[in-house]
């Protein structure tokens, strides 16, 4: 049963996303969404997938309360940037690359998701060689101040989650 369905879970969760946006159950849509959710997890197999350790949960609610509160800021420091007349316009974008001590692979998808949620921010590039990232900023003042925010932040309580 393993090899048929090896993401029970997953299966499930993606035929009752294809009903909701489907926005109604029939047969046909249930046979197709079922037919869909086998194929999506017969991928998800041949992907090979390292399985998630999961290990301090707890800091999780935490983690997502300051990341919406720094989406929340990052917008309106954005928006008072962009709203600016063009010739009062001061801002400097740039690249900081950082290095990350964090090697788990979901660790690093959540980390790239913070980020580029984040307006002003986006994860460019990862160098797994040597566990560097690139970021863009869009007002870039101090690049040691980008790296302290993302390491002390972001990595080190994802770390926590994660590794």
């Known amino acids: 049963m393993r ?3 090896p ?3 997953m ?3 993606m035929l009752l996303l294809w009903l909701l946006l489907n926005d109604g159950v029939s047969v046909g849509g249930v046979l197709l969404g079922g037919a869909l959710a086998l194929a999506g997890c017969a991928v998800l197999a041949a992907l090979r997938l390292p399985r998630a350790h999961l290990r301090r949960i707890a800091i ?3 983690l997502l309360r300051d990341v919406a509160i720094e989406v929340a800021r990052s917008n309106n420091a954005v928006a008072r940037l962009i709203l ?3 010739r009062e316009r001061t801002h400097q974008p740039g690249f900081v690359r950082i290095p990350l001590d964090m090697r788990s692979p979901y660790g690093l998808a959540a980390l790239a998701c913070i980020l580029t949620a984040t307006p002003g921010t986006v994860w460019v590039d990862y160098d797994s060689s040597d566990g560097t990232m690139l970021l863009h900023v869009l007002d870039l003042i ?3 101040e980008w790296v302290r925010i993302v390491k002390d932040r972001w990595e080190r309580r994802l770390m926590e989650v994660f590794e």
């Open 3 to 5: 090899r048929l369905l």
């Open 11 to 13: 299966a499930v969760a």
């Open 60 to 62: 999780l609610p935490g």
């Open 7 to 9: 993401y029970p879970a």
């Open 84 to 86: 600016r007349p063009p």
């Open 142 to 144: 101090d690049r040691e």
